[in-house]
Structures are given as structure tokens and as C-alpha cells.
């Protein structure tokens, strides 16, 4: 069964840092395309960041700078370390998997986790 | 950065109704448009890709049309597991941007 579970949510100070790990199963990270996203409870879905199978990245303005998405293949798991954080990154954040369509190059979010929440608070 | 606009962002339906949803791209986005659902407290689920094709395993009554800007997400014979909130999302150019979303709930 393919599965997306992330963890590494908690409560943190303003300016502190946080390692979120979305660990696969079923599918291999490194040959995927893969992205988080956000969502500040109550609130609508925001579009973070993406790695694409060629190791290339890219980054939601509100948090470039300041996020950075990786991968380990060792552990098949994606990575976000967030940096500098403040209370508007307070949400919960979903690891997905991204489906390419070959030739057209369409791109769609098809796996999802079920998120963990982070909270930015003194 | 492209602007996704969603309307209404909210309406109320019946079981049964048939019910639709718009989105708006700021330019032009191909078929680079998805649209999910999210049900409270859980993750948002894809339903249609590349603007009209039906993703494996959701229903029939779920479809999807449109290219360029305006795109309609229809659900034809509303059932209880449908009403949740529902989002676009255009991955036509970083940053990908969802629609602000909306909510469909009982009448």
C-alpha cells in the first residue's frame, strides 16, 4: 500500500526551527516528484514547496528564504526544515505525492498524508 | 504569480441536486488544473486531473471541464459523502496556487 506519513509537528518559539519528515511507503521517493502543503486551521490550502525527480525546487515566496525541501533516499522519506519561523506559519502540513502526465507534463497532487500541525507561539 | 479564483465560496444544496463550482485563472493555464476535496480534519483527496480526467476510483457523478481560465467542477446527483469543501489548483507555473476554496453543505 502506498502511504505518505508525516511527523516532526510540534509547538515552537518565533525564530525557532523545525524538521518535518514525511516518511513513504509503497513508492520510491527519489523517482517522484513530491510537495507540501499548508493549512492554517479554519483556512483554505497554501501551496509551499516542491521537488521535482531531477532534484530541482521550488518555493512558495512566503517561505523561500527561510524553508528548504529535501530528500533522503536511504530512508525513502522527504524532508522540510523551516527556519525563522513566525506565527503565520502556524498550520497543518501535508506531504504529497505528485503525479507528472508524461508528454503533457500535467502535474497533480494523487497521495496525500494525513498532515502534522505546527504551531509558531511564545 | 497566477491568482485562482473559485466561486461561489459557499452554497447550500440538497441531496440530489447537481451542483457546480467555478475557477478562475488570472491568465491563461492550459489544463494544468486539478480540484480536490477536503473533508474536515482530513486530507484534501484528489477527484478530477488535467481539468476533466477522473481520478481512479471516484465516482461518476464527479466531472470536470474547461481549459485556458475558466474551469467548472460538477457534481451531478449530490450525495451525503459530497458535501466538504473543494479546491482547484493550478500547477501550471511555480508557485502553484489553489483557489480559496468552497464549501458545499446541507440545505
Known amino acids: 500500500e502506498e502511504l505518505l506519513v508525516e511527523t516532526g509537528g510540534g509547538l515552537i518559539r518565533p525564530g525557532g526551527s523545525l524538521r518535518l519528515s514525511c516518511a513513504a511507503s509503497?513508492?520510491?521517493?527519489?523517482?517522484?516528484?513530491l510537495t507540501w502543503v499548508r493549512q492554517v486551521p479554519g483556512k483554505g490550502l497554501e501551496w509551499v514547496s516542491v521537488?521535482?525527480?531531477?532534484?530541482?525546487?521550488f518555493y512558495a515566496d512566503s517561505v523561500k528564504g527561510r524553508f528548504t525541501i529535501s530528500r533522503d533516499s536511504s530512508k525513502n522519506t522527504l524532508h522540510l526544515q523551516m527556519n525563522t519561523l513566525r506565527a503565520d506559519d502556524t498550520a497543518v502540513y501535508y506531504c504529497?505525492?505528485?503525479?507528472?502526465?508524461?508528454?503533457?507534463?500535467?502535474?497533480?497532487?494523487?497521495?496525500w498524508g494525513k498532515g502534522t500541525a505546527v504551531t509558531v507561539s511564545s | 504569480d497566477i491568482q485562482m479564483t473559485q466561486s461561489p465560496s459557499s452554497l447550500s444544496a440538497s441531496v440530489g441536486d447537481r451542483v457546480s463550482i467555478t475557477c478562475r485563472a488570472s491568465?491563461?493555464?492550459?489544463?494544468?488544473l486539478s480540484w480536490y476535496q477536503q473533508i474536515p480534519g482530513k486530507a484534501p483527496k484528489l477527484l478530477i486531473y488535467?481539468?476533466?480526467s477522473l481520478q481512479s476510483g471516484v465516482p461518476s457523478r464527479f466531472s470536470g471541464s474547461g481549459s485556458g481560465t475558466d474551469f467548472t467542477l460538477t457534481i451531478n446527483s449530490l450525495q451525503p459523502e459530497d458535501f466538504a469543501t473543494y479546491y482547484c489548483?493550478?500547477?501550471?507555473?511555480?508557485?502553484?496556487?489553489f483557489g480559496q476554496g468552497t464549501k458545499v453543505d446541507i440545505k
Open positions: 504529497a505525492r505528485v503525479i507528472e502526465v508524461h508528454y503533457y507534463h500535467y502535474y497533480y497532487m494523487d497521495l
Open positions: 509503497g513508492f520510491i521517493v527519489s523517482s517522484n516528484y
Open positions: 521537488v521535482y525527480n531531477d532534484g530541482s525546487t
Open positions: 491568465q491563461t493555464i492550459s489544463s494544468y
Open positions: 488535467a481539468a476533466s
Open positions: 489548483l493550478q500547477t501550471y507555473n511555480t508557485p502553484w496556487t
